[in-house]
């Protein structure tokens, strides 16, 4: 008996510490964690600078709610917009709230200023996306896994295939207030569009007056190789979803960034967050802005992409698995041979953590301050795993 909800299933492993990309388990075991908190660890486990921001703030001010200020609000918003290149920043804790964020925004954006009628807003979003777990957010998920048995749902959405961006035109009507996408779809196995397709989907929005709302909780902070994967097609959102490596995997911290006459429409008392914004989370998110600025990690995630794609096109060739998709430090492997379970199970016995995502799928997702002989070491223990 468990007292434990069975809402995951995870791998034989309890981790007892960690530092860099290493795990180790209350067996003293040692893993290389190319999971890394499905992103949330993009800079490693317990990185100095982030460490020492937290505990900074632990012996000053820890929470103080919205209903007064702090100093490191304003510096946390201006941190991140200046990163991002946006003009406004409504911070909240987890990533499934920043979406929920983003819709309510756009929504209201869209009855006060584009003339649509209360209730009838659509908000046009793709088929195999994962933006979260709330009964709003899965209401526009086309898994039957996340949906069943979770009804009724939040109407208002139409589904399109990804990577189709005449389909996002054809979606769109006069309610339509926003285009709600993945820049790279993650959870779904890192499915990498056509490279034309974001600034395909930007000049059907702007020729519609429709808001692009991209959601790069997890493409996003040098996963790809930039500060956000929308930089690579050179196309800025008017509202950018931020979370997991934000809270620089010591808390929750997400955020919405984006333009300021969309973000303006939610006034005091239409929207807020008991935790959002609170300091030590703003610590830790300047902390992180910190190391973006300098470079570092999305250089990395570059420099590193060819060995990673190199490795995985070997894979391909090996002839165990049916497709690879690789960006930056990214990988998504569909595997021929046995289930994503397996796979992931063997690959622990060889000492590496990753994870299935849908079946036959594996994400793997490593710190980027991953070494080049550590990258090796994870692409030896997927080829082993896949083997027959
Ligand atoms: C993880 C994720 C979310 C949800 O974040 P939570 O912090 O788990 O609520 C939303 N969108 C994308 C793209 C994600 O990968």
């Given at each position: 008996m468990t007292?434990?909800?069975?809402?995951?299933?995870?791998?034989?492993i309890?981790?007892?510490?960690a530092?860099?990309?290493?795990?180790?388990?209350?067996?003293g075991?040692?893993?290389?964690?190319?999971l890394?908190?499905?992103?949330a660890?993009?800079f490693g486990?317990?990185?100095?600078?982030?460490?020492?921001?937290a505990k900074d703030?632990?012996?000053?001010?820890?929470l103080?709610?919205?209903?007064v200020g702090h100093?490191l609000?304003?510096?946390?918003a201006?941190a991140?917009?200046?990163?991002?290149s946006?003009e406004?920043l409504l911070?909240?804790?987890t990533?499934?709230?920043?979406v929920e964020?983003a819709l309510?925004a756009a929504r209201?954006?869209?009855y006060?200023?584009?003339?649509?009628?209360e209730g009838?807003?659509?908000?046009?979003v793709?088929?195999n996306a994962?933006?979260?777990?709330?009964t709003?957010i899965?209401?526009m998920s086309?898994?039957?896994?996340?949906r069943?048995?979770f009804?009724?749902y939040t109407p208002?959405?139409?589904?399109v295939p990804?990577?189709d961006?005449?389909?996002?035109?054809?979606?769109?009507?006069?309610?339509?207030?926003?285009?709600l996408?993945e820049?790279i779809?993650?959870?779904s196995?890192?499915?990498?569009?056509p490279a034309d397709?974001?600034?395909?989907v930007?000049?059907v929005c702007?020729s519609?007056?429709?808001?692009?709302?991209?959601?790069e909780?997890?493409s996003?902070?040098?996963r790809?190789?930039?500060?956000l994967t929308?930089?690579?097609?050179a196309?800025r959102a008017?509202?950018?979803t931020?979370?997991?490596?934000?809270?620089?995997?010591i808390?929750?911290v997400s955020a919405?960034?984006?333009r300021?006459?969309?973000?303006?429409?939610?006034t005091?008392?239409?929207?807020?967050?008991?935790?959002?914004?609170?300091?030590?989370?703003?610590a830790v998110?300047?902390?992180?802005?910190?190391?973006?600025?300098?470079g570092?990690?999305?250089a990395r995630?570059?420099?590193?992409?060819p060995?990673?794609?190199?490795?995985?096109?070997?894979l391909?060739?090996g002839?165990h698995?049916?497709a690879?998709?690789s960006?930056?430090?990214?990988?998504?492997?569909?595997v021929?041979?046995?289930?994503?379970r397996?796979?992931s199970?063997?690959?622990?016995s060889r000492?590496?953590?990753a994870k299935?995502?849908?079946?036959?799928?594996?994400?793997?997702?490593?710190p980027?301050?991953v070494?080049?002989?550590?990258?090796h070491?994870?692409?030896?223990?997927?080829e082993?795993a896949?083997?027959?």
């Open positions: 007292t434990l909800a069975p809402n995951y299933a995870p791998l034989p309890e981790v007892a510490s530092e860099g990309a290493w795990v180790t388990d209350t067996a075991r040692r893993y290389l964690d190319c890394a908190g499905y992103s660890l993009n486990h317990r990185h100095p600078d982030l460490v020492a921001a703030q632990l012996d000053r001010l820890t103080t709610s919205r209903a100093e609000l304003e510096p946390f201006r991140i917009t200046s990163l991002t946006t406004m911070p909240m804790n990533g499934a709230e920043a964020t309510k209201k954006w869209g006060e200023t584009q003339g649509i009628s009838d807003a659509t908000v046009v793709a088929e994962f933006h979260g777990r709330t709003t899965i209401s086309s898994d039957p896994e996340a069943a048995g009804g009724p208002g959405f139409r589904i990804y990577g961006a005449d389909a996002v035109a054809a979606a769109i009507d006069e309610t339509t207030v926003a285009v996408l820049p779809q993650g959870e196995g890192v499915i990498v569009p397709y974001l600034r395909q930007r000049e702007d519609t007056s429709t808001l692009l709302v991209l959601d909780i997890q996003g902070l040098g790809t190789g930039a500060t929308q930089d690579l097609a196309v008017d509202l950018t931020l979370g997991k490596a934000l809270g620089g995997g808390l929750p919405v960034v984006g300021s006459d969309v973000l303006g429409v939610l005091p008392g239409t929207h807020g967050s008991t935790f959002g914004g609170n300091p030590l989370a703003c998110g300047l902390a992180v802005a910190r190391l973006l600025e300098t570092r990690y999305q995630a570059r420099e590193l992409a060995v990673l794609a190199a490795r995985a096109g070997d391909l060739a002839g698995v049916t690879v998709r960006i930056g430090l990214w990988l998504g492997v569909d021929a041979t046995r289930t994503g397996e796979v199970e063997r690959m622990a000492g590496v953590i299935e995502t849908h079946g036959a799928t594996i994400r793997l997702a490593p980027l301050c070494t080049q002989s550590e990258l070491l994870m692409m030896d223990a997927l082993s896949v083997s027959p």
